[in-house]
């Protein structure tokens, strides 16, 4: 599998995934289901809008969102051109079927749930035409670009090395809660599984990161 492009805030998610397992706690977690009580009333209203066909409201959609469905879809996918191909695609998907979103989820998490399928679609289509080996589109992949300043490229490419080496299940997971900071409730929508299946998948992603980053300090001390 190529490598994958993380963008995250370098210095605090190492320090966090390296000492300290699971570095983030959820304090209540409801499920994947929606109590209309509890709706963002501008997810609801930008969800209306789209359903009664007003394009604006799509405009809106990708201005609000655009930027992080791109930056999610390149640590998914490995490239820009692909990131921009699943947005694109995931948006049309979006207009296709905007009459079956019954607001069981948050409009935004049901649209990151059509875009994490789309980037799955990409990725199986990639590998049946072999196109996991470095070509010419992965060789035009943009560097990764740190969020906040002051991060060692060192670590940075170290954590993006033992990312690339998690599964594809557990990189998907950490990488929408960590990077993209959604909830266990909204993974569990977006990849239909539980709330306990996500919270477990992040832990043992954790784990294999802290077994990976840990093992050239090991080797190092050591020598010594």
């Given amino acids: 599998m190529g490598s994958v492009g993380v963008t995250l805030p370098w210095e605090l998610r190492i320090s966090a995934v390296a000492r300290e397992g699971i570095s983030r706690v959820e304090p209540s977690e409801r499920g994947s289901q929606v109590n209309p009580a509890e709706v963002n009333p501008q997810d609801a209203a930008l969800a209306a ?134 909830r266990h409730a909204e993974i569990a929508e977006m990849m239909e599984i539980s709330e306990t299946a996500s919270k477990n998948t992040l832990f043992q992603a954790k784990k294999n990161l802290r077994q990976v980053l840990e093992a050239p300090r090991s080797s190092q001390a050591g020598g010594a």
């Fill in 49 to 182: 809008a789209c359903q009664a066909g007003d394009m604006r409201a799509y405009e809106r959609l990708y201005r609000l969102q655009g930027a992080r469905m791109k930056n999610l879809a390149r640590n998914l996918l490995g490239t820009m051109s692909d990131a921009e191909d699943a947005v694109q695609e995931t948006f049309l998907k979006v207009q296709r079927s905007i009459a079956s979103f019954r607001g069981q989820s948050s409009f935004v998490t049901w649209t990151f749930r059509i875009l994490v399928n789309t980037c799955h679609d990409l990725r199986r289509s990639r590998m049946r035409k072999k196109e996991i080996v470095p070509d010419e589109r992965e060789d035009r992949a943009l560097p990764p670009e740190p969020r906040a300043p002051g991060g060692h490229p060192t670590l940075k490419l170290a954590l993006e090395r033992a990312i690339a080496q998690l599964t594809q299940h557990q990189r998907d997971v950490f990488l929408l809660y960590e990077v993209e900071g959604f």
